[in-house]
């Protein structure tokens, strides 16, 4: 008998407990720190992205060279998630009481830069053990519904923290627009959220394949061992697969930081920051929404196509952004957002989680994990943001090189897909084979 058998669902309960107060937090944070940086403290939309691109890079380099190989090594997975977001929390109070030292607005925004760097070091602690912990618990058949219902209930935490980011973003309307985080609110709310989400995790399963809390073995490691000839098969499916998550997670997320400033631009859609949270949550609301259907879906559906849907749909978001200059066109644009990113990150997960061998699910995840995290930051630092910047710079309108970021987006997107059919004939080719022996 599984852990996720016995656990049930009080198991379900504590984890999607630990992942709406991430989301709370994530969202409250994050999208509204690239108008601060472009903003408040001035810097280029290039610059902007790098509050993304260097700490996840960090972030992913230390899940694949340190935090990876731990869990791997020591089993330990629900001990990592909370050791992670206990220093991550406060570490960030420091990352604010730092930037407000300096005089110069742009030195305050590279502090925040490379201090959000250092606290990547323990988020990504955090990371790497809550995905293979996930696999853990879980039978490789209830992989990608459990996701979708994850993302569907954090995605309520994504709501509440867009609703609360906007609003203390400008003092609830009684400062300036950036008071949140130069006063701290909203770095000090991050970090409490931090904590507080690490209570539901001491009552979760401790992780590992060697060993649970009910003494059961891992749910993958029953029956005969992979041969070596599937393994190797199975690692080359793998690694073409990362290939097309490169360009579809680019491709969705990369003008993800840069968004929130192209619907405030006053020549754009010219949102306030109020109504610039009812925008962005769309996409928690399609997030819940599809996230509930996901698992009846993945029961009739492979993960494959269920991962060629979430495509479809984030090339439709992308391309309303492009051609769309309503702000009816831009809620439209966030439902098909959120929609797509529950069934790529549901589908992609549970595929992932069967190619990977239950004993090398840190470092391997660590892999997997790289074309999410990397895709916030790298594409919009080295394309969208020089491409927007630069044509900003040649003559163009503000809005229109914008949307020239999301074109850009949508060729990264079509891209993956033809990469991902690669990997899919793949996988038929093996089935294929497998019946006739």
């Not at 060279?65 to 909370?82: A, C, N, P, Y």
């Amino acid at each position: 008998m599984d852990v996720s058998v016995v656990g049930g669902k009080k198991l379900f309960v504590r984890v999607s407990s630990f992942q709406i107060l991430a989301m709370f937090r994530r969202t409250l944070f994050y999208s509204f720190l690239s108008i601060y940086l472009r903003s408040y403290l001035g810097m280029s939309v290039t610059e902007t992205t790098l509050f993304a691109t260097v700490p996840m890079i960090a972030n992913v380099l230390f899940q694949m060279f340190l935090w990876g190989k731990v869990s791997d090594r020591l089993q330990r997975r629900r001990s990592l998630v909370i050791a992670g977001e206990i220093a991550a929390a406060l570490s960030t109070v420091l990352v604010w009481y730092t930037h407000t030292l300096p005089s110069n607005p742009h030195t305050a925004g590279y502090v925040i830069i490379w201090g959000l760097t250092f606290v990547e070091v323990f988020w990504s602690m955090s990371n790497v053990a809550w995905s293979a912990l996930l696999s853990d618990l879980y039978p490789a058949e209830e992989r990608a519904g459990l996701q979708g219902r994850l993302l569907s209930i954090g995605a309520l935490g994504g709501m509440f923290g867009l609703w609360v980011g906007g609003a203390a973003y400008d003092g609830y309307a009684r400062y300036y627009e950036g008071w949140g985080f130069q006063e701290g609110l909203l770095f000090f709310v991050a970090a409490g959220v931090m904590l507080i989400s690490t209570i539901p995790m001491f009552f979760v399963p401790e992780g590992g394949v060697r060993r649970s809390e009910h003494g059961a073995t891992d749910p993958d490691s029953s029956g005969p061992r992979r041969d070596a000839e599937q393994s190797r098969f199975e690692l080359r499916q793998f690694r073409v697969f990362l290939a097309a998550m490169v360009c579809i997670q680019f491709g969705i997320l990369g003008m993800a930081m840069i968004k929130p400033q192209y619907l405030t631009l006053d020549e754009g859609f010219d949102v306030s920051s109020r109504l610039l949270g009812y925008v962005l949550n769309m996409g928690a609301v399609a997030t819940f929404a599809v996230g509930l259907i996901v698992r009846p879906l993945s029961r009739r559906m492979r993960d494959e196509w269920l991962l060629f849907l979430g495509v479809a749909l984030a090339l439709i978001y992308l391309l309303g952004y492009a051609l769309g200059n309503t702000l009816g066109a831009a809620f439209a644009s966030e439902l098909l957002y959120g929609a797509a990113r529950v069934f790529v990150m549901s589908a992609s997960y549970a595929y992932a989680s069967r190619l990977i061998p239950p004993e090398k699910r840190g470092r391997q995840f660590a892999l997997f994990n790289a074309t999410f995290f990397l895709s916030w930051g790298i594409p919009g630092t080295f394309i969208m943001g020089p491409l927007i910047d630069g044509l900003i710079g040649s003559g163009m309108a503000q809005a229109s090189a914008y949307r020239m970021g999301f074109v850009a987006s949508a060729a990264l997107v079509v891209t993956g897909a033809v990469i991902l059919a690669i990997t899919a004939r793949m996988a038929g080719a093996a089935r294929g084979s497998a019946t006739t022996r």
